[in-house]
């Protein structure tokens, strides 16, 4: 039910990380240049159907702008827009614990050596997470809030698969399962409209990660990004974008299968004007949220009101 400390039916980021640190604390997305397993062959060629060349990436790296560079400017902007005070290192673009243990450790240390930056998000692959890995972020947990964000997208096999993902669900539950051993929060990154998949699937993968008892979920729409497989089977028929109606219903389904506990860091994705190719909704992300908002209010739910009263049928770690 709604409470003082979940004002927005959902466990919203904001709140989160005001109630930790006592003030406005915004992240800083940056780029640290590194690759992915599913585009250098180590697992496939090409990435996920869905992923440009740059991999949701701002091209900073590329424009050889360092990590601290990065978010000296990400500070600037922030504290004029939001009058943030604390920052988090969002380490975004492909997979961010896939390189050389001293090389990862060297590009998070940067970032913590920047003025006002009290934490790591690291988003990466679940297939990316060896032992000496998460011994790093444990090691870095003791000193910073270090959250790890893996992209898991569904919880359906089939749709994985179809996707061109590289791994299964039972993979994510074993990186989860490791992190959690190591006293270290994790986030789940799924997507809602994937081809072949209904509001039952999105209802499956909530309950799979009630049931695995994930920290965090950040939900997106599928968008067509320009250049992208996914591009071409949409130009071809052979994919439905979601309507904004059915993207806001099937979320506050998933929320409603969530933990209360769980931060819900974002409920829905943010294209670059210039790559999107479908639905012309998604550039409205204001309209989407507004519109979150008053469905949870019109169904009279929130986030947790049926979490664990869905189906038990969960992939297992194996």
């Known amino acids: 039910m709604p409470t003082a400390a979940m004002p927005n039916r959902y466990n919203d980021l904001n709140s989160y990380l005001r109630g930790r640190f006592g003030c406005r604390v915004q992240k800083i997305t940056v780029d640290a240049g590194l690759s992915c397993p599913n585009r250098d062959g180590a697992v496939a060629t090409g990435g996920c159907i869905y ?154 993968t909530a309950q799979t990660l009630a049931a695995a008892g994930v920290d965090g979920v950040k939900l997106h729409n599928l968008y067509v990004i320009k250049g992208t497989r996914l591009e071409a089977l949409f130009r071809s028929g052979g994919y439905r974008c979601l309507e904004r109606q059915e993207y806001v219903d099937q979320v506050v389904d998933v929320l409603e299968r969530l933990p209360a506990r769980a931060v819900i860091q974002r409920l829905t994705g943010d294209p670059h004007p210039d790559e999107l190719a479908a639905p012309s909704w998604s550039r409205d992300k204001a309209g989407t949220l507004k519109a979150i908002r008053e469905t949870l209010e019109r169904r009279d739910t929130w986030q947790g009101k049926l979490c664990g009263m869905g189906s038990s049928a969960f992939p297992t770690i194996s």
């Not at 673009?93 to 970032?111: D, G």
């Open 51 to 204: 992923c440009n060349s740059q991999g949701s990436g701002t091209g900073a790296h590329g424009r050889g702008l360092s990590i601290a560079v990065q978010l000296e400017a990400g500070k600037a902007a922030m504290a004029r827009r939001y009058r943030a005070e604390k920052f988090i290192a969002y380490f975004q673009s492909f997979s961010n614990t896939y390189a050389p243990v001293e090389r990862l450790q060297a590009l998070y240390e940067e970032a913590l050596g920047v003025e006002g930056v009290v934490g790591l998000f690291i988003g990466t692959r679940p297939d990316c997470v060896p032992e000496p890995v998460l011994n790093l972020l444990q090691e870095m947990a003791r000193r910073c809030l270090v959250w790890v964000e893996y992209g898991l997208q569904s919880a359906r096999d089939a749709t994985l698969a179809v996707i061109n993902r590289g791994h299964d669900a039972a993979c994510f539950l074993r990186a989860l399962e490791a992190t959690h051993r190591r006293g270290i929060q994790a986030c789940a990154h799924i997507i809602l409209g994937l081809p072949g998949e209904t509001a039952a699937d999105a209802r499956f």
